[in-house]
C-alpha cells in the first residue's frame, strides 16, 4: 500500500485571550491508500483540529504553525489558497458532525450537489445542454449510492425535508460527488440514533470498498472505531498517544491513557463491578510544559515521567507516547 | 414493594392553529409523545428506560414529575396519587422526587452562584437558609466531588463533567427518595462518564436511592440497571428484568437496537440486523403495530391489529403478534 | 470554535465583569460614556457651570452672533438667540429637560415593559394573545402622530410630555422581554427550578428575568436617544415644554425664524442634540456588543 497522506510533526495554535492554546502539538500520520484510519479522542483532545488544519480550513485566532502536510506527493502547506480550494472537495472531501448545519438551507439537494460538481470536476461534457444532463446523471448517481430511495424526485428538495440519518448520508453524498481519494468523516454518526448510526457507519465501509478511497474517521467512541477501521490513533490533549493495528490496539492497548479509555466504557458484562474511570479532568492546553501530559491522571505516573515524551515504538506497526511501556505488556 | 407506579399515562401535544387555519376548518395536529404506558419502579432499584430520540423517554419521564402535565392516567409515588395534587402538595412531594438533566450547560442558571442553585431547595421548601443552609450545601458539593471553596463560583467556571456534579448536587439537597436520570451522561466524554456513572451508583447506595434511568446507550443502561423498558414511539415495546431482556430479547425492535451498538474487542457472536429507513413521525404514526414499517418480521396482522403485552418470562413482557413462534432475529441473520 | 477551547477554565471573575471589562477595552464606547457623563453633570450642576441665567432677556444682544464671528462677545460665547438670551447657558439648562424626559420616559417604559413582556412570555395563553393585541394596536400607530395627539388631548407640560412618550414606549421593552422569555422558559435550569418545586414569581424574577436583562439595557439605552429626540420633536411643534423654559426642541424651533440672518440659534442646540444622541448610540452598541454573547467574539 502506497502512503496517501503524511503528516509530520503537525502544530496548530490559537491565540485566545488569556493566551497561547496548543490545540494540535507535533502530530504525525501516515494514512495509505483505501485505508480506514480511525482517530479516537475525547473533547479538547485535537482530533478535529487535526484535520480542519491539513484541509487548510483553520481561521484566525487559529493558525498552522510547524510541520509538513504531503497528500499524494503534493506539498499542501505550500500551497496557495487557489490550490488549496482544487484539493478541497476534488481530493480530499470532509462530512461534518451536524448535518443540519452543515447544508445549505436555501438551496434543494440537488443545487448543492450540482455545486461540487461544476466546481472541480472537468471531465463535464462542455455544451449546455449536455452538461445539465450529465450532472444531474451524476447527482441521481449520488443520491442513490448513498441509499435515498426515488433521488430522482428528491433532488428538488431542500435539507429540513430529511430526516437525521438522511441529511447525514446526503452530506455523505456531497463529499463523494467528486470521487475524493480521502474522505474525513468527522463524527459522521454522533448525532444519529443507534440504528441509524449502523445504516451510515456501513454505507461508508461499503462506498469506501468499492471506490477504493481512504477515510479518516474522526470519533470519540471506540465501538465504531473497532467495527470499522484498520489503524487507530488515540489522541490526548493535542498530541497522539497511541497508534497501531485496530485489533492489536484495542485487544492489548499499551498506553495507560487508552487502557483508562477501555475500561471507563460501561458494559451489561460488567454488571456489579465497579467502573475504573480515569481520575481527574483534561489538562488545560494553555502553558502546558514540556512533559507528559497525562502524567497527572495516569496510574503509572511517577515523578521520572516528567518529562517531554516521544512516541516509542510498542510492538510492529505500533507506537505510544509512554515511559513505562515494557510495563504495559 | 413499589415505589412508583404509573398506569395507562399518555401525553399529547397538540399544534397550534392559525386564525386562517380555523377558519378554513382546519384540524389541530396531534403529537401522541406517550401513549399508554405503564410501568413500575421497585423501591431500591434502576429502572432503564431506553430508546431513541423522538421515542418520548423524556416526555414520559417529565409527566411521571408533573412538569409536563400528563394527559391521561395515573401516577402513584409511595401510594399519593401525583396526577391529583393540588398545587401546595405537588410542590411538598417535589422535595421526593427529583430530576437530574442532560444538558449540564442549558440545566445550570448562568448567573446564580453554585451555592445560590444547590441551596434553592433548601429555600423553597423551607428547609433551612442562611448559614445552615450553606454548611447543607457544602456538605452535598463535597459528597458529589467539589472543593468547598468552589461555592461561590458561577458555573460557566467548570466543566462538563463538574457541572453535571453540580446538578446531582442540586437534585440531591433535598433528600429525595426517587430521582428521574434524564440522559446525564450522554452529553461527557467517556472518561468523565465514567467517573458520574460511578457517582451516581455509590449515591444510590449510599442513601437508598431509586433511579428511573434514561437512556439511548444500552452499554449504559445494561451496566447499571436492573430492570430495563423498551420505548418505540411512544409505546414501551418490552419490558423485563435486564439479564433477560440482553440476553433473550423478545421484541424484534430490541433485538435490532441490540445489534446495532458496534462492540468492541471479542468478535460479534451472533448476527446483524439492520433496521430499514428511519423512525416514523410521531405526528402520523403507523397504524397496528407501530413498529411494523421497519420489522423484517412483520405480518399483514402487524398493520391493523395492535399488539397486546404479553408475559415471556418471570416478569419479562413484550408487545408483538409472533412472540408464540420464538423467532429471534439475531439467529437468523448472518 | 475548537473543541480544544471548550476546556480551559475561564478566568475566576463573575460573567459580569468579563463584560465589564469588554466594555471598557471599547475606546469608542468609553469616549460616548465620557460625554454622557458631561451632559448628565451639565444637568445637576447647571446654576453652576452656565454663564448666564437662561431666561435673561436683553434686547440689545438679539441675535449677537457667537464669540468668534465679529460682533461676538466671550461673555456669550455661542451668541444670543431672538430675545437676547445666552445659547450656551440655555443649552445647559435644557440638557435637564431632555435628558430628564429620557430617563424618566425609559425607566417607566421598562419597567411597564418588563412585566408585561414576562407575563405575555410565560403564562402565554390569554395573556400573550390580550398583552399582544394592545401591542399590535399601538405599533399601527406612526410614534410621532400618536404623541402628537396625545399631547393636544392633554395638553402641554412635563409629566404629559412624559405619560405622551412612555404610553407607547413600552411595547418596545415588552416585545423584547416577551421574545427572550419564550426562548430561556423552554431551558433546562427553568424546568429545574419547577422541579425542585418553584413557583412562577420565583421562576420569572429570578430565573428568566436575570438572564434576559442583557438585550433589555441594550435596548433601552438605544430607545433613550430616540425619545430625546421625539421631546425634542414635541418641543419644536410647540407641544413640548412651555416657554420660556429652555428646551433643545424648543430652542431649535425658535432659531427657525432667523435662521438665514442668524444660523447659530438653531444649530448649536441642533449640535447638542446630534452629539448626546449619537454618544448614547456608540455606547449602548458597545454595550450590546459587550453583554450580548451574540455579538462578542
Known amino acids: 500500500m502506497t502512503v496517501l497522506l503524511e503528516v509530520t510533526n503537525l502544530r496548530t495554535e490559537f491565540s485566545a485571550r488569556a493566551g497561547l492554546v496548543r490545540a494540535v502539538d507535533g502530530v504525525s500520520l501516515q494514512i495509505s491508500r483505501g485505508e480506514c484510519l480511525g482517530v479516537v479522542g475525547e473533547s479538547g483532545s485535537g ?22 502536510i504531503f497528500f499524494d506527493g503534493r506539498d499542501l502547506r505550500g500551497m496557495s ?45 462542455t455544451g449546455r445542454a449536455a452538461r445539465r444532463v450529465a450532472i444531474k446523471d451524476r447527482c441521481v448517481e449520488m443520491l442513490g449510492l448513498v441509499g435515498i430511495p426515488s433521488p430522482d424526485s428528491r433532488l428538488r428538495q431542500y435539507p429540513h425535508e430529511f430526516s437525521g440519518g438522511m441529511r447525514q448520508r446526503i452530506m455523505i453524498a456531497i463529499a463523494l460527488a467528486c470521487r475524493p481519494k480521502l474522505l474525513i468523516a468527522d463524527e459522521p454518526t454522533t448525532a444519529l440514533d443507534v440504528t441509524i448510526q449502523a445504516q451510515v457507519l456501513e454505507l461508508i465501509s461499503d462506498i469506501r470498498a468499492r471506490m477504493g478511497m481512504a477515510v479518516a474517521l474522526i470519533t470519540h467512541d471506540l465501538g465504531v472505531v473497532a467495527e470499522h477501521c484498520d489503524r487507530v490513533m488515540v489522541m490526548y490533549a493535542g498530541q497522539v498517544v497511541e497508534e497501531g493495528p485496530t485489533e492489536d490496539v484495542i485487544g492489548h492497548p499499551r498506553h495507560p491513557y487508552t487502557r483508562g479509555l477501555l475500561a471507563s466504557i460501561p458494559r451489561p458484562a460488567m454488571r456489579g463491578q465497579p467502573l475504573t474511570p480515569i481520575k481527574g479532568q483534561v489538562p488545560n492546553l494553555m502553558g502546558l510544559a514540556p512533559q507528559c501530559r497525562f502524567h497527572s491522571r495516569c496510574p503509572l505516573a511517577e515523578p521520572s515521567c516528567l518529562v517531554e515524551v516521544p512516541m516509542l515504538s510498542a510492538g510492529p506497526g505500533r507506537r505510544a507516547r509512554c515511559l513505562r511501556l515494557e510495563e504495559t505488556v | 414493594m413499589s415505589l412508583l407506579q404509573v398506569t395507562n399515562l399518555s401525553k399529547q401535544y397538540e399544534g397550534r392553529l392559525s386564525l386562517a387555519q ?5 384540524r389541530k395536529t396531534v403529537v401522541r409523545a406517550v401513549s399508554d404506558v405503564s410501568l413500575h419502579v421497585n423501591k431500591g432499584e434502576v429502572l432503564g428506560l431506553i430508546g431513541e430520540s423522538g ?19 395515573k401516577v402513584e409515588f409511595d401510594g399519593t396519587d401525583v396526577t391529583a395534587l393540588s398545587p401546595p402538595a405537588l410542590k411538598a412531594i417535589r422535595r421526593r422526587m427529583q430530576i437530574i438533566f442532560q444538558d449540564p450547560y442549558a440545566s445550570l442558571n448562568p448567573r446564580r452562584t453554585v451555592a445560590e442553585i444547590v441551596g434553592l431547595p433548601l429555600a423553597l421548601h423551607g428547609i433551612a437558609s442562611g448559614e445552615e443552609a450553606r454548611a447543607i450545601t457544602t456538605q452535598v458539593l463535597k459528597r458529589v466531588g467539589l472543593q468547598p471553596d468552589q461555592i461561590d463560583r458561577y458555573p460557566h467556571q467548570f466543566s462538563g463533567g ?31 462518564q465514567a467517573q458520574i456513572i460511578a457517582l451516581l451508583l455509590e449515591l444510590k447506595q449510599e442513601l437508598g436511592l431509586t433511579y428511573l434511568f434514561i437512556s439511548h446507550d444500552i452499554s449504559v443502561i445494561g451496566y447499571l440497571s436492573d430492570r430495563v423498558a423498551v420505548m418505540y414511539l411512544g409505546e414501551i415495546v418490552e419490558t423485563g428484568p435486564v439479564a433477560s431482556v440482553l440476553d433473550n430479547p423478545r421484541h424484534p425492535y430490541t433485538q435490532s437496537l441490540l445489534s446495532a451498538v458496534p462492540e468492541i474487542g471479542a468478535k460479534r457472536a451472533k448476527g446483524r440486523v439492520r433496521l430499514q429507513g428511519d423512525l416514523p413521525s410521531p405526528l402520523n404514526p403507523p397504524s397496528g403495530c407501530k413498529f411494523h414499517t421497519r420489522c423484517p418480521l412483520a405480518i399483514p396482522i402487524c398493520q391493523t391489529l395492535v399488539p397486546l403485552t404479553q408475559a415471556v418470562g418471570a ?20 | 470554535m475548537t473543541d480544544a477551547t471548550l476546556t480551559h477554565t475561564p478566568p475566576a471573575d463573575s460573567l459580569f465583569r468579563r463584560n465589564l471589562r469588554d466594555f471598557r477595552r471599547n475606546r469608542l464606547a468609553m469616549a460616548s460614556v465620557i460625554v454622557m457623563l458631561i451632559f448628565v453633570i451639565m444637568t445637576v450642576a447647571a446654576p453652576l457651570i452656565a454663564p448666564h441665567d437662561p431666561n435673561q432677556t436683553d434686547l440689545f444682544r438679539r441675535l449677537q452672533p457667537p464669540a468668534w464671528i465679529d460682533g461676538g462677545d466671550w461673555r456669550f460665547v455661542l451668541g444670543c438667540d431672538g430675545l437676547g438670551r445666552d445659547i450656551l447657558s440655555r443649552i445647559i439648562y435644557g440638557a435637564r429637560i431632555s435628558i430628564f424626559i429620557g430617563v424618566v420616559v425609559i425607566v417607566l417604559a421598562t419597567g411597564v415593559g418588563i412585566l408585561a413582556g414576562l407575563a405575555a412570555g410565560y403564562f402565554r395563553g390569554w395573556v400573550d394573545v390580550v398583552i399582544g393585541r394592545v401591542v399590535d394596536i399601538l405599533l399601527g400607530f406612526p410614534y410621532l402622530i400618536f404623541a402628537i395627539g396625545l399631547m393636544a388631548m392633554m395638553g402641554p407640560g412635563l409629566v404629559n410630555i412624559v405619560l405622551a412618550l412612555a404610553y407607547k414606549e413600552w411595547v418596545i421593552p415588552c416585545r423584547v422581554v416577551r421574545g427572550e422569555t419564550l426562548a430561556v422558559r423552554e431551558l433546562e435550569y427553568v424546568e429545574a427550578a419547577r422541579a425542585l418545586g418553584a413557583g412562577s414569581g420565583h421562576i ?24 430625546i429626540i421625539l421631546e425634542a420633536s414635541l418641543s419644536f411643534l410647540g407641544l413640548g415644554v412651555q416657554p420660556p423654559t429652555a428646551s433643545w ?10 435662521i438665514l440672518e442668524a444660523w447659530w440659534v438653531s444649530t448649536f442646540p441642533g449640535l447638542a442634540i446630534v452629539l448626546l444622541v449619537l454618544a448614547i448610540n456608540v455606547a449602548s452598541q458597545g454595550l450590546r456588543d459587550a453583554f450580548d454573547p451574540r455579538f462578542s467574539e
Do not use: Y
Not at chain 2, 421515542?55 to 392516567?73: D, F, N, V, Y
Not at chain 3, 426642541?249 to 432667523?258: E, K, L, N, P, T
Open chain 1, 47 to 68: 482530533k478535529s483540529v487535526t484535520f480542519s488544519s491539513i484541509m487548510g480550513l483553520v481561521r484566525p485566532p487559529g493558525r498552522v504553525t510547524q510541520g509538513t
Open chain 1, 81 to 125: 489558497p487557489e490550490e488549496m480550494r482544487g484539493v478541497r472537495g476534488r481530493d480530499i472531501a470532509m462530512t461534518m458532525q451536524d448535518a443540519l448545519t452543515a447544508l445549505n438551507p436555501a438551496l434543494t439537494i440537488g443545487e448543492q450537489l450540482a455545486e461540487v460538481l461544476v466546481a472541480h470536476d472537468e471531465t463535464l461534457p
Open chain 2, 22 to 26: 380555523r377558519l378554513t376548518g382546519g
Open chain 2, 55 to 73: 421515542c418520548g423517554k423524556s416526555t414520559l419521564g417529565r409527566a411521571i414529575l408533573r412538569l409536563h402535565e400528563p394527559t391521561e392516567g
Open chain 2, 162 to 192: 463538574q457541572r453535571q456534579r453540580i446538578g446531582i448536587a442540586r437534585a440531591l439537597v433535598s433528600n429525595p427518595e426517587f430521582i428521574v436520570c434524564d440522559e446525564p451522561v450522554s452529553a461527557l466524554d467517556v472518561s468523565i
Open chain 2, 315 to 334: 416478569e419479562h413482557h413484550a408487545a408483538c403478534h409472533r412472540l408464540h413462534e420464538g423467532l429471534n432475529l439475531l439467529e437468523g441473520a448472518q
Open chain 3, 204 to 227: 420569572m424574577w429570578r430565573e428568566i428575568l436575570p438572564n434576559i436583562m442583557s438585550p433589555v439595557i441594550v435596548v433601552s439605552t438605544i430607545r433613550m436617544a430616540n425619545v
Open chain 3, 249 to 258: 426642541g424648543s430652542m431649535v424651533s425658535d432659531g427657525r425664524a432667523f
